[in-house]
């Protein structure tokens, strides 16, 4: 149930980012983004002078906070079996 929950999640992000929407969570606010190459005028602006795009992700006060105090320990992940 929780793995499914989360692939709706993911859909639902990438969906409204796609979109140039904002979406803003419990866990923080993921905002699409984009890098391009300068121009000089509003003409040179087209698709070609698009470098990336991503989703930026802000975490909430809330989320900073709990991974403020969170556990770190060193774990040899070559021995960890995933399903």
Not at 46 to 69: G, H, L, Q, V
Request: net charge positive; proline share 2%.
């Amino acid at each position: 149930d929780v793995n499914n929950c989360l692939k709706q999640f993911l859909f639902f992000i990438q969906r409204h980012c796609a979109e140039g929407r904002a979406v803003q969570t419990q866990i923080g606010k993921f905002i699409p983004a984009i890098r391009s190459k300068a121009v000089r005028t509003t003409d040179e602006v087209d698709n070609s002078i698009i470098k990336r795009i991503t989703c930026r992700f802000y975490p909430s006060a809330r989320f900073k906070n709990n991974m403020k105090s969170a556990k770190v320990e060193f774990k040899d992940l070559s021995k960890v079996k995933y399903h």
